[in-house]
């Protein structure tokens, strides 16, 4: 995993935002709890779409995919899970 002394110190704190406006939408959707396995591409949708909901930039929306899809890819590198929730909307 990468160590917080790897990245810079306002990309540490933009991956903590990301994070927790993430984990805010999964409370609030009844999917904190889960499993990270179960979390799926709809569930990632969701949160993009809440984003957009909130008036978010088209910045600001690139920056909380990179964030998140960086945290799940580091699952995935673990073997945590298999598949990266939030790659088909990263590479597009």
């Known amino acids: 995993m990468t160590s917080l002394s790897s ?3 306002t990309t540490h704190g933009q991956y ?8 805010g939408l999964a409370k609030n959707n009844a999917v904190a709890g ?4 179960q979390l799926s591409r709809r ?3 969701e949160y993009l779409s809440c984003l957009a909901h909130d ?3 088209a910045t600001s929306l ?3 995919k990179r964030a998140m899809s960086a945290l799940f ?6 073997l945590i899970i298999e598949v990266n929730p939030s ?3 990263c590479n597009s």
């Open 87 to 89: 790659a088909k909307y």
């Open 16 to 23: 903590r935002e990301a994070q927790n406006r993430f984990i």
């Open 73 to 78: 890819s580091k699952l995935v590198q673990a």
């Open 55 to 57: 008036n978010n930039n």
């Open 7 to 9: 990245i810079a110190i």
């Open 34 to 37: 889960l499993p990270v396995e």
């Open 43 to 45: 569930v990632f949708a």
């Open 62 to 64: 690139n920056n909380n």
